[in-house]
């Protein structure tokens, strides 16, 4: 197994490492919950800062994760522990026009993260502002802003999750979408149960191809895996969209196919 596929994301979203950028593929909202629950209370039971810039009905959601884990988020919040922020109103002060504008951004974000760590050495944040922006259509400012928490974590200490409401299996996501995704993070965690994902693209593969093919084929995905940590199916399944197309479309119908039975 490679080594960035040895560990599930649940151990990756309790052990960030400062500069971690974590980005979530998901359709389940269910998946979405427990995800930002892990990352969030793990931080909080070791007396770490968190900062959840979400939807209002997501906060809802994540509070009610928290809560379920033996928090009480109304404490939380008051003594500062914890920063619950609405992402389109948060988005709004550093968007004045069609993209962000980084030196608002720096001060706003830069700011809440900087005295967050005056009583907190330790700060995770996690946002759905770029899936805000991704789901307006308006792509190439969610990566431009996805790029500037990458400058920001060169200035400053924190880890980060991000969150896209995206399907793992669409090929039309592969045509360019889902790799932009995963260029700006240092992970990707596309699926619920890592083990049944990679073993289900492996059988795809195997029935799409004759076996010897297919596992010359996974080998070369191996070779030539993005840099991005994820699990070893999804980059098989970017090598072969990005190499053979039509391949990579029919296991990825296979895929979905395994994953919905």
């Known amino acids: 197994m490679n080594p960035t596929d040895i560990t599930d994301w649940p151990e990756l979203l309790k052990h960030p490492e400062g500069g971690d950028h974590f980005v979530q593929i998901y359709r389940d909202e269910a998946f979405l919950a427990e995800a930002v629950g892990e990352y969030t209370g793990t931080g909080l039971h070791r007396g770490e800062g968190v900062i959840i810039i ?68 330790t700060v995770r944040a996690y946002g759905e502002m770029v899936d805000v922006l991704w789901q307006r259509g308006e792509r190439d400012a969610a990566i431009r802003l996805e790029e500037f928490w990458n400058d920001l974590a060169k200035l400053q200490t924190f880890s980060l ?39 289900a693209v492996l059988e795809a593969s195997k029935q799409v191809l004759d076996e010897p093919l297919a596992q010359m084929l996974l080998s070369l995905s191996a070779r030539h895996r993005p840099t ?34």
């Not at 991000?162 to 992970?187: F, I, Q, R, S």
Request: glycine share 6%; with cysteine.
């Open 54 to 121: 979400a939807r209002p009905s997501h906060c809802e959601a994540f509070s009610r994760q928290l809560e379920g884990s033996g928090f009480v988020t109304a404490d939380l919040v008051q003594r500062g522990q914890l920063i619950l922020l609405d992402a389109e109103e948060t988005l709004a002060k550093f968007t004045p026009g069609a993209m962000p504008d980084w030196q608002t951004f720096h001060a706003l974000i830069g700011g809440v993260i900087a005295k967050m760590r005056l009583d907190y050495p």
């Open 161 to 199: 999750l991000c969150a896209y409401y995206m399907d793992n299996l669409d090929a039309a996501v592969y045509t360019g979408p889902l790799e932009c995704v995963c260029k700006v993070h240092t992970h990707v965690i596309p699926a619920r149960n890592y083990d049944l994902f990679n073993q």
């Open 228 to 261: 991005t940590a994820m699990p070893d199916g999804q980059a098989t399944l970017l090598w072969l969209k990005r190499n053979m197309p039509r391949t990579a479309d029919k296991v990825l119908a296979e895929v979905r196919a395994r994953c919905s039975s």
